[in-house]
């Protein structure tokens, strides 16, 4: 009789097909080297789910709520912690798993519209969704982001501002999509995962899409090209074919100077749209980024951080161009290194490891080091593959598509994620 069970040497929570896993330090255990406290295991579609539970007639809320969880039969994953068993805390302590289950899920974004709630927990911490978010490798990372002691009847050892596990296939896992994540296994990686964001020194940022509002910009500098565009395409569309042409161009002439290439890339959208012009509209074109506007929030942002960081910029931008933005942004940066001075466009990793050679120059360890960007394409990818810490800034959240950067051929998880400028200003404060 064939065995039931196959043993898996060396195996793991993620060795079956489709699962992600992660875990992470979240102030349950007192801190120590290696410490982890909550875990996650994912499945990426509906899994059936069978459980025991314990008979006690003292039981936790956790319990209680897996255990109604559990009469649906299926669920996504299970969420578990440990340093804190969360018995006997009445009716508070129901409401703080439901709680739980809320943040925790909004977060992972895993439950489609009208399902029941579809992941289980052990130890007080319940997952449940009541509305869609859409779990898609490249709109969403599933992935646990930061979460704000600001919301009502999260649990006290919480409450501290800190993030979750960033999920990534376990070693051993079989059925994960090398597309979908980048694993976190190195050394660096586990230590960003336990650091807040006080502990970094040195804030280094993208300035086209992060700081700057470079999609107004550039269809408002596009609108007398499109005037003469038979069937003019919508904003989005619009941005998306630009992104086509300027990252080809990017990568054809990486010592270009932006405001020459944007000259070139109008004239091909000329062509691509068959549209009438010359090339005063092409120079045009190639001269606008001084007329982009900054994000409103950008230059309130930038004055409050630089009270307690070196602020750098990293941008795939000439000395000149960024001149005239800089006029916008209202501060003054440490240390500004461009395209022009690097001869490379990001993602070109030449472009990092220029920013990272000329920081250690001054002084700054990489671990002091917190990348800011909006493009998980330019900045998120390539950073996080050079051990560099990230902070997400998510400016086009809840967007279907990508506007004016490129799909990424994979998504990296940020080590911090914000949905705008002010966004981690207030969890910089929280903090403090």
Same mark, same amino acid.
């Given at each position: 009789m064939p065995a039931l069970v196959e043993m898996i040497p060396d195996g793991g929570v993620?060795?079956?097909?489709?699962?992600?896993?992660?875990?992470?330090?979240?102030?349950?255990?007192?801190?120590?080297?290696?410490?982890? +406290?909550?875990?996650?295991?994912?499945?990426?579609?509906?899994?059936?789910?069978?459980?025991?539970? !314990?008979?006690?007639?003292?039981?936790?809320? !956790?319990?209680?709520? !897996?255990?109604?969880?559990?009469?649906?039969?299926?669920?996504?994953?299970?969420?578990?912690? !440990?340093?804190?068993?969360?018995?006997?805390?009445?009716?508070?302590?129901?409401?703080?798993?439901?709680?739980?289950?809320?943040?925790?899920?909004?977060?992972?974004?895993?439950?489609?519209?009208?399902?029941?709630?579809? *992941?289980?927990?052990?130890?007080?911490?319940?997952?449940?969704?009541?509305?869609?978010?859409?779990?898609?490798?490249?709109?969403?990372?599933?992935?646990?982001?930061?979460?704000?002691?600001?919301?009502?009847?999260?649990?006290?050892?919480?409450?501290?501002?800190?993030?979750?596990?960033? *999920?990534?296939?376990?070693?051993?896992?079989?059925?994960?999509?090398?597309?979908?994540?980048?694993?976190?296994?190195? /050394?660096?990686?586990? +230590?960003?995962?336990?650091?807040?964001?006080?502990?970094?020194?040195?804030?280094?940022?993208?300035?086209?899409?992060?700081?700057?509002?470079? /999609?107004?910009?550039?269809?408002?500098?596009?609108?007398?090209?499109?005037?003469?565009?038979?069937? /003019?395409?919508?904003?989005?569309?619009?941005? /998306?074919?630009?992104?086509?042409?300027?990252?080809?161009?990017?990568?054809?002439?990486?010592d270009k100077l932006y405001p020459e290439l944007l000259s070139v890339v109008h004239a091909q959208l000329r062509s691509h749209w068959g549209a009438d012009g010359n090339g005063e509209l092409d120079q045009q074109f190639g001269q606008s980024v001084a007329h982009w506007p900054a994000f409103p929030d950008s230059a309130e942002s930038l004055a409050y951080l630089k009270q307690h960081y070196q602020l750098v910029i990293l941008s795939n931008i000439d000395r000149g161009s960024f001149a005239a933005s800089n006029e916008k942004l209202g501060v003054e940066f440490d240390a500004i290194y461009t395209a022009e001075d690097i001869g490379s466009y990001k993602p070109d990793p030449r472009n990092f490891e220029y920013l990272l050679e000329h920081l250690i120059r001054r002084g700054v360890d990489k671990a002091d080091i917190l990348h800011t960007a909006q493009s998980q394409y330019h900045d998120i990818v390539p950073a996080t593959e050079l051990g560099i810490a990230t902070m997400w800034i998510e400016r086009r959240h809840g967007k279907e598509s990508y506007g004016a950067t490129p799909k990424p051929e994979k998504v990296a998880t940020p080590t911090f994620h914000a949905t705008s400028m002010a966004d981690f200003v207030r969890q910089v404060k929280e903090e403090r």
């Open positions: 993620t060795s079956a097909k489709g699962f992600l896993a992660g875990a992470t330090y979240a102030g349950l255990k007192t801190q120590g080297e290696g410490v982890l +406290d909550v875990g996650i295991l994912l499945s990426e579609v509906p899994a059936t789910l069978a459980a025991t539970f !314990s008979t006690n007639k003292i039981l936790s809320p !956790s319990v209680t709520l !897996s255990r109604e969880r559990a009469g649906q039969g299926t669920a996504r994953g299970v969420i578990a912690n !440990s340093g804190c068993a969360n018995c006997c805390v009445g009716e508070q302590g129901l409401t703080d798993a439901k709680e739980m289950a809320d943040l925790a899920a909004e977060h992972l974004a895993v439950n489609p519209m009208g399902q029941a709630p579809s *992941l289980v927990a052990d130890d007080g911490l319940m997952l449940h969704r009541r509305h869609v978010v859409a779990r898609n490798a490249q709109r969403h990372d599933p992935v646990a982001h930061r979460l704000s002691g600001r919301r009502r009847g999260l649990p006290p050892a919480l409450r501290q501002p800190r993030h979750l596990a960033r *999920l990534h296939p376990v070693h051993g896992g079989a059925g994960a999509d090398p597309g979908l994540l980048l694993p976190a296994h190195r /050394e660096e990686d586990r +230590d960003q995962m336990t650091k807040r964001l006080t502990d970094f020194k040195v804030l280094t940022f993208d300035t086209y899409g992060t700081l700057i509002d470079w /999609e107004s910009g550039i269809f408002n500098a596009l609108k007398p090209l499109l005037e003469n565009v038979a069937d /003019e395409p919508g904003r989005d569309a619009v941005l /998306e074919i630009f992104a086509q042409y300027e990252t080809a161009q990017e990568r054809a002439t990486p």
